[in-house]
């Protein structure tokens, strides 16, 4: 899913080396959390993740602003619990997470948790321009 790649992005950290340690402790969470995160053939996932990563370098907060769109109601509660579990898990803590990162977390929950839309993600609105509207007489 989008929204989930969008945050594996946005809580990178950028311009840091990955030490095995690290990547070993990635992969033992993923499998610590399959059950929030959605099922997607890797290939797939890649080609999101690489999308996402485009959307979030390029307009970081229209990325964290545009959040809660890509998601429904159920979809946003999940990924508020895995960023809560993720968050308070030992490993997480014991890797010092950046202030950056921190900071990045507190954005995104502000964002999820104000979203009150029910709308199916990738609705949009059609706004009529101004030119093409009736003048009430």
């Not at 989008?2 to 095995?20: C, D, I, K, V």
């Amino acid at each position: 899913n989008e929204a989930f790649a969008r945050l594996a992005y946005l809580l990178s950290r950028r311009g840091e080396p990955l030490p095995l340690s690290r990547l070993t402790m990635r992969q033992d969470l993923a499998k610590d959390y399959a059950e929030l995160v959605p099922e997607i053939p890797l290939d797939e996932w890649r080609r999101i993740r690489g999308e996402q990563e485009v959307i979030a370098n390029y307009a970081p907060d229209e990325a964290i602003a545009t959040l809660p769109k890509l998601l429904n109601a159920e979809e946003r509660q999940r990924l508020l619990t895995l960023i809560d579990r993720l968050f308070a898990d030992h490993r997480i803590q014991e890797s010092k997470p950046t202030a950056e990162q921190l900071a990045m977390v507190e954005r995104v929950r502000a964002a999820l948790a104000g979203a009150t839309t029910t709308e199916p993600p990738g609705n949009v609105r059609r706004v009529t321009p101004a030119s093409q509207r009736r003048n009430p007489a």
